[in-house]
């Protein structure tokens, strides 16, 4: 009687392992998933970005309203870094990454359009 019992727990065993084995499966393919919609999203914001030709004017405006508080009024930095020649240590993905994510603390992330940001990329080049 021992061996029937003992077939019993085994297969007891192997559903609930399957049954976990299943859920692992399903979180793993949830998180997969939303990596992959965000990522794909973020990549059409920075292609939709980098098709634009932005205004250097219209960068400053930008930059002078939600940028000057860290940076300074004439980006040579305060609480953040001085952003002359930021270009040449950051391509223009990077950027984008940076003022969308907030990446380095203490710095906000920002919502910004595709026209904007393309704005405020033009004006950091002129800082070259």
Same mark, same amino acid.
Not at 32 to 51: A, G, M, P, Q, S
Not at 64 to 75: L, M, R, T, Y
Not at 88 to 117: A, Y
């Given at each position: 009687?021992?061996?029937? &019992? ?6 007891? @065993? /192997? ?7 299943? =859920?692992?499966?399903?979180? $793993? ?25 932005? &205004? ?6 930008? @930059? /002078? ?7 300074? =009024?004439?980006?040579?930095? $305060? ?50």
């Amino acid at each position: 009687m021992s061996t029937s &019992s003992s077939s019993a727990a085994e297969r007891d @065993f /192997k559903r609930e392992f399957l049954k976990i084995l299943f =859920i692992v499966f399903v979180i $793993l393919s949830i998180f997969f998933l939303i990596f992959f919609v965000n990522h794909h999203e973020n990549n059409k914001y920075i292609i939709k970005t980098l098709e634009l030709n932005g &205004s250097a004017e219209e960068g400053d405006a930008l @930059f /002078k309203i939600n940028c000057v508080g860290c940076h300074g =009024i004439s980006a040579r930095g $305060l609480v953040g870094p001085d952003l002359h020649k930021i270009t040449k240590r950051l391509n223009d993905k990077e950027i984008i990454k940076q003022v969308t994510g907030g990446l380095t603390p203490p710095m906000p992330s920002f919502e910004i359009d595709p026209v904007n940001m393309s704005n405020l990329l033009k004006y950091l080049h002129s800082l070259e």
